[in-house]
């Protein structure tokens, strides 16, 4: 969301655009809550309650962060494993940032309006399992952008640069040099 708000904002300081399991506006957020709770094998202790208070930034504490995460992680992947591990790794619980940010930020976030004067060669990628930035997100995303290439991950989440971390990196470097050029 921070790119997307930069590259509309800067996009003459922008020679690319990396762009992962993301969207243009929040309006994915009850298609997102259907799919985790669609999803209730792989993460049985989640609920409507616990998702609204993830997306209306109501969280109570640290330890009520932590507990809400832990309870959805299961829906970011695909398979688990080792790319689990690593994101769980990679997680600092500030409940304050997450509620301010969800209550100030993504509550009014919506960039669709200017994506057409992005003419910044854009990757954008999207785990074809995602739940909470759903392929569709991704696939309007590079609809809006005049020089977008999308690429679907079939056998992830939302962190293909994770479950697939070879393809990513080839992709990524593959655009990369491509742009370049």
Do not use: C
Not at 40 to 62: H, I, N, S, Y
Not at 71 to 80: E, T
């Amino acid at each position: 969301f921070i790119a997307l708000l930069y590259a509309r904002r800067y996009p003459e300081n922008l020679t690319h655009l990396v762009l992962r399991d993301t969207a243009a506006h929040n309006g994915f957020v009850a298609l997102a809550k259907r799919n985790a709770l669609a999803r209730a094998r792989q993460a049985p202790g989640v609920t409507e309650a616990m998702l609204d208070r993830m997306f209306d930034g109501t969280v109570r504490d640290d330890e009520d962060f932590k507990a809400l995460y832990e309870a959805i992680l299961p829906l970011y992947f695909v398979g688990g494993g080792a790319a689990r591990s690593r994101k769980d790794q990679q997680i600092y619980y500030r409940y304050e940032t997450h509620n301010a940010m969800f209550r100030n930020e993504f509550s009014r976030y919506d960039v669709r309006d200017r994506l057409g004067e992005i003419h910044t060669p854009t990757l954008v990628t999207v785990g074809a399992h995602d739940w909470i930035t759903p392929p569709e997100a991704a696939e309007a995303l590079a609809r809006g952008l005049p020089r977008a290439t999308l690429v679907r991950f079939e056998r992830s989440g939302h962190s293909p640069q994770l479950e697939e971390t070879e393809r990513y990196v080839a992709t990524v470097r593959a655009f990369l040099d491509k742009e370049v050029t």
